[in-house]
């Protein structure tokens, strides 16, 4: 399932305001946005097919937040992956950007500093990729 399908597209127009990210970059007829559109569809197809819809789902029919947090999503799994690491997505239930991960063994809260103004600490709730060596799975 790519991102973009292959279709004239002979927008020139500059984004509007209140656009959505797909939906521009999916219209665009300008040439650098052809390049974007074939990078984007060939780093989904590295996904296992079950995420790759999920993905494609999320950017086309989501916000621009949620358009731009896949993006980030593909981006850093391209990048890890390409290094060598195996990547395993754990606590996705739905959609990628409307669903936060439930709590696992590899969450943490850290407190970052003390706020003079605040009786507690702040704290930083992080959820992220398993990530392990090659071949560690």
């Known amino acids: 399932m790519p991102l973009c399908d292959d279709k004239v597209r002979g927008q020139m127009a500059p984004m509007q305001a209140g656009e959505r990210n797909f939906d ?57 992956n390409r290094l060598g690491y195996k990547i395993r997505r754990e606590g996705r239930t739905s959609s990628l950007a409307t669903r936060r991960a439930p709590p696992s063994p590899m969450s943490k809260s ?22 392990g060596l090659p071949g560690a799975m």
Do not use: C
Not at 24 to 31: E, P, Q, R
């Open 24 to 80: 521009f970059y999916d219209t665009s007829g300008h040439a650098p946005f052809a390049g974007y559109r074939e990078l984007m569809n060939s780093w989904i197809l590295e996904f296992p097919e079950n995420e790759r819809v999920e993905l494609v789902s999320s950017m086309k029919t989501g916000t621009n937040v949620q358009y731009e947090q896949a993006l980030a999503e593909i981006i850093i799994y391209i990048a890890l």
């Open 110 to 131: 850290r407190h970052l500093f003390k706020n003079s103004s605040r009786s507690r600490p702040l704290k930083l709730s992080m959820t992220a990729f398993w990530i």
